[in-house]
């Protein structure tokens, strides 16, 4: 069996991969560049620039007549059909 030898990019690629591991790790601990006072949830800094953002995303304020579990099994549909078609467009693309 043939050994693959890793090229000077490819180690290359893996050393700038664990600096940017460090980095990220050294970041979240030491939790820099959050604002003082702003205690957001993940992505929930994004949600409040929408009107009524909790109506949508909260589930206190979550006030739809369709059952929860529907709207979780279409949005998995959702997700096998998007695997299927970018799948299909790998396919047709090489």
């Known amino acids: 069996m043939k050994k693959h ?3 000077k990019w490819g180690i290359f ?8 591991a460090i980095c990220t790790t ?3 601990i030491n939790h820099i560049g959050q604002v003082e ?4 949830g993940p992505g929930q800094y994004y949600y409040t620039d929408i009107p009524n953002w909790k109506d949508y ?6 006030t739809s007549k369709t059952p929860r579990y529907i709207l ?3 949005f998995f549909i959702w997700g096998f059909i998007m695997f ?3 799948t299909w467009l790998d396919k047709k693309i090489k």
């Open 5 to 7: 030898k890793l090229s």
């Open 13 to 20: 690629g893996i050393v700038i991969f664990v600096i940017i």
């Open 26 to 28: 050294y970041i979240i």
């Open 37 to 40: 006072g702003v205690l957001c």
């Open 57 to 62: 995303f909260l589930k206190e304020y979550f």
């Open 72 to 74: 979780i099994i279409l």
């Open 84 to 86: 299927k078609v970018w």
